[in-house]
């Protein structure tokens, strides 16, 4: 019998929703950052759920505020990767019955004080006892049909651009601010044609970026921004940097450029796969994509 390790987290999510049959009012169900629902006349409704368990999205050590903040972050940083405007939340935890109330106060602080910062509204959740500390969100956002962007409309000739430096991530990653606001810029200056942020590394991001466009790409080490003392080969496969990873068409080059941004790579055929060139223009084989679940890389 085939174990889960095999089959990887979106082959595990492949399997399980194959048979989802979301009707006529969803325009996006599985396989973005966020399911999209219609909604208004000019607007959809975005929908994104998250959940951090210790040991893995966090360490013991982390503070409870910043467990609480990243609870809520990641959520925003769905609604983001959208183009979209982060509004209502919900929030449940399983909490070890050894932990303090003054730990439990800290978590939701962090989660209130991100929420006020983009103005998300918290309206009910769940509690209940567990034996690890487990914390998830729900998010509700809206987005202007007119800004949508999903996973699926990269084309062959796009740029792949990222929004900022990359490898910071195994230090910022229970602190770092969802994009919403640059988001909302590269759609509306770039006409992004796709985004993702970028949670699990940019090679395993930009790969879900083409199979949802059915393109291929080619990504250049030389051109990846990079953190202090990390390397490009590093940076390619860091997870938790929760920058954005859009494509735009190449026109837009320059301007994404002088507007502080930065652009990896290129779309191509699908034909042509995914490929990585170093500095030398050569082929280049990452020993591993990005963070996978089940298989424990």
């Not at 809520?72 to 769905?78: C, G």
């Not at 106060?105 to 983009?118: D, P």
């Not at 202007?144 to 796009?158: I, M, N, V």
Request: aromatic share 10%; hydrophobic share 40%.
């Amino acid at each position: 019998m085939k174990k889960l390790s095999g089959l990887g987290e979106f082959g595990l999510i492949n399997f399980l929703t194959k048979d989802f049959k979301p009707g006529r009012e969803v325009i996006t169900g599985v396989g973005d950052d966020c399911a999209v629902l219609k909604y208004r006349r000019n607007e959809y409704l975005l929908w994104t759920t998250d959940l951090l368990l210790a040991g893995v999205h966090f360490t013991e050590d982390a503070s409870p505020y910043e467990i609480g903040w990243k609870a809520l972050a990641v959520s925003i940083s769905d609604i983001a990767a959208m183009a979209g405007i982060p509004k209502y939340g919900l929030v449940f935890v399983g909490l070890p019955p050894k932990i303090t109330v003054s730990y439990t106060r800290e978590i939701y602080r962090g989660i209130t004080e991100l929420a006020e910062k983009y103005r998300v509204k918290i309206v009910g959740g769940d509690t209940n006892a567990y034996d690890k500390l487990v914390i998830g969100t729900t998010v509700i956002g809206v987005v202007e049909k007119k800004y949508l962007t999903l996973r699926s409309g990269a084309q062959p000739g796009d740029l792949v651009c990222v929004s900022g430096p990359l490898g910071k991530g195994e230090k910022t990653h229970l602190s770092f601010l969802p994009k919403v606001k640059e988001a909302r810029k590269i759609k509306r200056l770039f006409s992004a044609t796709a985004m993702i942020d970028i949670s699990d590394g940019l090679l395993s991001d930009f790969t879900r970026i083409a199979e949802k466009s059915r393109v291929g790409g080619k990504i250049f080490l030389s051109q990846i921004p990079c953190a202090s003392n990390i390397r490009p080969e590093e940076a390619l496969a860091s997870g938790e940097e929760f920058e954005l990873l859009f494509t735009a068409r190449p026109e837009y080059g320059k301007a994404i450029c002088e507007a502080g941004f930065f652009v990896v790579g290129r779309v191509t055929g699908r034909s042509s796969g995914i490929k990585v060139f170093n500095a030398a223009g050569n082929l280049y084989q990452p020993g591993r994509p990005g963070y996978n679940h089940f298989s424990g890389k």
